[in-house]
């Protein structure tokens, strides 16, 4: 059994990463990244803290704007606007999910889809669709892609299934998986919760991405022998040994798959640090394009 090792992954990444910033910087042009905090949800606050210290570990000019859960949908508005229009910043991202007061597709509207890093803006949505490359791609699944290919694990003909159909995960790792050329080509099935006989679905595939959002939901029922793995999951479960109180899984049920499959990315250490590191890729390449 593999073990995919996201963090080396992701070094990996944020070395190339660094390189083409370099190569920025060295033309006067350091690349900048924005990231927008409404509330104190502890977890976005996480995030943020964790995305403005990589970018700045990178040379970015790094922006953090932290603001209170009483901010107005008009005042968010109003700071994206103000972000599109500075020069020195070519990414933003407003860090999901805002308040409930805040209409979340709007602001995503928002921001020029030439800074829209996180890929959601639906000028990007319906360029990944038309697999037209000058678009951004969401930052979650493009970094599975790059696991499964640094993993050397063929996609091409083989079944993919994708449990979860989210707009930041699910939808858009079906539309890179079905894509032409390397690293897609693949047979994609999008499983969801309204999916009859899960299991029966999940142990077809050669390939199984879970992104469910529940801890430990996939186990040695779903997984057939030899299939590899990309836990997406990342849940909060309650561990009194722990200093915090919790400790993180994945939406898989890692000892027990991990007996039967040929690869899997462990929680955490997986997905979670590509998505970061294709997060300060999205930027430089927003950099590069202007
Ligand atoms: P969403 O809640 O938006 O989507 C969850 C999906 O799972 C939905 O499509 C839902 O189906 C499906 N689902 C829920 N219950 C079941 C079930 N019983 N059987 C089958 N399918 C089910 O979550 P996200 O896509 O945003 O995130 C998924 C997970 O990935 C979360 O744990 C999140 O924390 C994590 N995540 C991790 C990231 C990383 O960097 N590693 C980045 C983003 C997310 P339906 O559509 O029918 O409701």
Redesign the pocket.
């Known amino acids: 059994m593999q073990r995919i090792d996201g963090a080396a992954i992701a070094a990996k990444v944020l070395e190339e990463t660094k390189k083409r910033a370099d190569i920025l910087i060295g033309r006067g042009i350091r690349p900048g990244l924005a990231v927008v905090l409404v509330g104190d949800d502890p977890a976005s606050r996480a995030y943020v803290r964790s995305k403005d210290k990589k970018a700045a570990d990178l040379g970015f000019h790094s922006v953090k704007k932290e603001l209170p859960a009483s901010t107005t949908q008009a005042e968010l508005l109003a700071v994206v606007e103000e972000l599109n229009r500075d020069a020195s910043v070519h990414g933003i991202l407003v860090q999901?999910p805002p308040p409930p007061h805040i209409n979340e597709a709007e602001i995503v509207r928002a921001i020029d889809p030439r800074k829209d890093v996180d890929g959601f803006h639906p000028e990007n949505v319906g360029k990944l669709a038309m697999d037209d490359p000058t678009g951004f791609v969401p930052?979650?699944p493009m970094?599975c892609i790059r696991l499964l290919a640094e993993a050397g694990i063929e996609t091409s003909g083989r079944k993919a299934v994708i449990?979860?159909?989210?707009?930041?995960?699910?939808k858009p790792m079906a539309l890179l998986l079905m894509r032409k050329g390397p690293g897609g080509d693949a047979t994609v099935t999008?499983?969801?919760?309204?999916?009859k006989n899960?299991a029966a679905v999940t142990r077809e595939a050669d390939i199984v991405i879970?992104?469910?959002?529940?801890p430990h939901?996939l186990g040695t029922d779903h997984i057939r022998e030899g299939a590899a793995v990309i836990d997406?999951?990342?849940?909060r479960v309650d561990d009194p040994a722990s200093p915090k109180g919790y400790r993180l899984v994945?939406?898989v049920d890692y000892d027990a798959v991990a007996e039967r499959c040929a690869a899997i990315t462990p929680?955490p250490g997986?997905?979670?640090?590509?998505?970061?590191a294709m997060l300060m890729s999205n930027t430089v390449t927003a950099a590069e394009r202007l």
């Open positions: 999901s930052c979650t970094g449990v979860g159909r989210s707009m930041i995960v699910g999008v499983a969801h919760s309204r999916t899960l879970a992104a469910i959002g529940r939901f997406v999951g990342i849940n994945g939406d929680v997986g997905v979670g640090p590509m998505t970061i």
